[in-house]
């Protein structure tokens, strides 16, 4: 029971589901839950005080600030391996190590305006980029080194609009547990 409670927390979405197929609806409407992803960040966390933004989503968690942090770590990197995947034939991708990245002084310490405003223009980016993309651009690929996978870029598109959702009910779900 207590392992099921764990899971909740930590996925509070679910686990991100690969579709059998990749639609041209599905991929818009992905698309626009990233175009719109900053702006539903921001509206939920806008307004919370320091003591807030320092508070874990669960234990042994990321706090608040750190999640913002972490978005925007993570959804330059997918930008970047748009840019590698579309420029390079199947580039074998660099991972990070974002538990580290978490850890760094600035995602620790920085206040959360200068990543909402970053995050306006990179997935304004982001969306412009992926709405830009042929048939023949979805299918190109990349490697992930962590498991020597293929990923193709019509996946990713799936897979960060699920990351962007997933962190912001970790947020969310913070936030009515605690009555904010």
């Given amino acids: 029971m207590r392992n099921l409670a764990v899971e909740k927390l930590r996925y509070p979405i679910g686990k ?3 579709p059998e197929i990749y639609s ?3 991929l818009h409407n992905k698309i626009k839950e990233i175009a719109s992803f900053p702006e539903r960040l921001k509206n939920e966390v806008i307004h919370l005080t320091e003591e807030q933004l320092e508070t874990p989503y ?3 968690g990321w706090t608040i600030r750190q999640v ?3 978005c925007a770590d993570s959804h330059m990197n997918c930008f970047v391996r748009i840019k590698w995947t579309l420029t390079e034939n199947k580039p074998l991708i660099k991972a990070y190590h974002e538990d580290c990245w ?3 002084h600035d995602n620790l310490t920085m206040p959360i305006q200068p990543t909402l405003s970053f995050l306006d223009g ?3 980016r982001l969306a412009y980029i992926m709405n830009s993309l042929s048939e023949a651009d979805l299918e190109k690929s990349f490697i992930h ?3 020597n996978t293929v990923i193709q870029l019509k996946e990713i598109i799936g897979t960060y609009a699920w990351h962007g959702n997933h962190h912001l009910a970790h947020i969310t779900e913070l936030k009515k547990e605690k009555g904010w």
């Fill in 145 to 147: 080194p962590e498991h």
């Fill in 16 to 18: 991100f589901i690969r």
């Fill in 68 to 70: 913002i942090h972490h």
């Fill in 102 to 104: 978490a850890e760094l």
């Fill in 58 to 60: 669960r234990q042994d």
């Fill in 24 to 26: 041209s609806e599905y």
């Fill in 122 to 124: 990179l997935h304004f």
